[in-house]
């Protein structure tokens, strides 16, 4: 396959070289470890555990409740300190299990032992997905068990892994891919035994030669496997676009990639599958790249989660003295926290330090729109920001959903391309709760009519 791209877009600097040649280091935190609750899409889990209880790596703390919602394992041993609120990354307290850490790591019973995939039918495979409480690795957050159980199972016949990894300044997925390549690839092979008349595509953006390279050597003589390198453009790893380049069709506004034949899924979270799978490894860690202006000692990390930021930029002051702002994920689509003493979840693939804060900059440098057209010119799914903004601004939900407000996948580009400095992405997110309670309003009014 030759390289693809999709129209709109931007192209900010990559900051990749900061990090990309930074091999995979294991940080071991020493601190207590909070998790909370709900660290994925739908419903927070529950607690299995109580206060004193000791706990091993990888033993369940808390369990799903409902179908969108996912389990959440202990990545450390030691005993359960206490069960209380605490600050998430957005700010909000939420129900979370602190773990004293004994610093010891031991395992609970099972962890790490080999099964044999080939050996397992679809059911027993996705059963073994939601056990281990995976969950997409790119930032979505959603149950990846619900994923593999379309609703026309026969119909699947591309299963796309999002190696893109198009944010500015992140490389914990390149390093995947680099030096972990047989875990991405086998994971897709534990999918394709789900979908065994799918053939697995692992789309790259073309400036991670290395990753490109360990891939095609770890698929080499399979023809269920490709390569699709990706031309550099942000957001290059959209679902939507990557759906477009594997299938040549565009999904319609409110579709699924499997309604196309489509499953997508991150790198990691293959990577996660193959370990649960396999190795009977539920999902407790992931790779996380600590980068930007204002890292010390830019550096790719095998994180525990539960692992306080404080924790990490501390070691090896990795943090600049004067940075002013520490981003969960990339420039781009990533969450400012308020403190550091926020835990890390299964959603956080980043950490960007900052020495200056662009947000605060634009904030004085903005003025009215100007009607330049340049946020529809980059939007990479055609929308209007120009008119999304100016409904929520009249606080006219009812429009921001008829524009098709809610497709917006708050990617930051308008943003990026505006030159009255509009805080178009920021409005979006405020926007999108509201506007999705009185969709789902709307919709249950018209059921109600028939």
């Known amino acids: 396959m030759g390289k693809y791209s999709f129209r709109g877009g931007v192209h900010p600097r990559g900051y990749k070289e900061l990090s990309a040649q930074k091999p995979f280091e294991v940080f071991l935190p020493k601190g207590d470890l909070v998790f909370p609750l709900s660290q994925h899409l739908g419903k927070p889990a529950v607690p299995v555990v109580k206060k004193n209880d000791l706990v091993k790596v990888g033993q369940l703390i808390a369990k799903a409740d409902g179908f969108i919602s996912a389990n959440i394992h ?3 041993s030691g005993k359960v300190k206490i069960i209380e609120p605490r600050l998430n990354n957005a700010g909000v307290l939420v129900e979370s299990i602190v773990i004293a850490n004994d610093g010891e790591y031991t395992p609970a019973e099972g962890v790490g032992e080999f099964s044999d995939y080939t050996t397992m039918s679809g059911k027993e495979i996705i059963d073994k997905v939601k056990e281990a ?27 796309v892994a999002n190696g893109a990894e198009c944010e500015p300044g992140i490389t914990c997925d390149d390093r995947l891919m680099v030096e972990h390549p047989d875990w991405v690839v086998n994971g897709l092979k534990v999918v394709l035994q789900i979908f065994p008349t799918a053939k697995a595509v692992i789309a790259i953006e073309e400036n991670k030669p290395d990753a490109i390279k360990a891939i095609r050597k770890e698929i080499s003589g399979d023809d269920r496997f490709s390569v699709l390198v990706l ?33 997508v899924d991150n790198t990691a979270t293959l990577a996660a599958i193959y370990k649960a799978v396999c190795l009977n490894t539920p999902l407790y860690e992931r790779g996380l790249t600590v980068t930007g202006s204002g890292a010390a000692n830019p550096a790719n990390y095998i994180v525990k989660f539960g692992t306080l930021v404080s924790e990490i930029l501390t070691f090896e002051d990795d943090i600049r003295l004067g940075s002013k702002k520490v981003i969960l994920g990339g420039p781009m689509m990533g969450v400012a926290i308020p403190n550091l003493d926020i835990p890390l979840e299964k959603r956080n693939n980043a950490l960007t330090c ?8 634009a904030q004085k440098q903005m003025t009215n729109c100007i009607r330049c057209g340049k946020c529809i010119r980059v939007c990479p799914l055609g929308l209007y920001p120009q008119m999304m903004a100016e409904a929520v601004e009249r606080n006219n939900l009812q429009r921001f959903i008829d524009v098709h407000g809610l497709d917006c996948i708050q990617c930051g580009t308008c943003n990026y391309a505006c030159p009255a400095k509009r805080p178009l992405t920021q409005l979006f997110k405020q926007a999108k709760p509201a506007a999705m309670a009185l969709n789902r309003l709307n919709q249950a009014k018209k059921e109600g009519g028939k």
């Open 74 to 76: 202990s990545s450390v």
């Open 231 to 263: 031309k550099v453009k942000y957001p290059q790893g959209g679902e939507r676009n990557l759906v477009h380049a594997v299938s040549g069709q565009y999904m319609e506004s409110g579709a699924l990639p499997a309604s196309l034949g489509v499953i």
């Open 133 to 159: 409480g995976i969950v997409g690795l790119g930032g979505a957050g959603f149950p990846t068990y619900v994923k593999l159980m379309p609703k026309n199972p026969e119909e699947i016949r591309w299963i």
């Open 354 to 361: 900052l020495l200056e804060d662009d947000v605060e900059t």
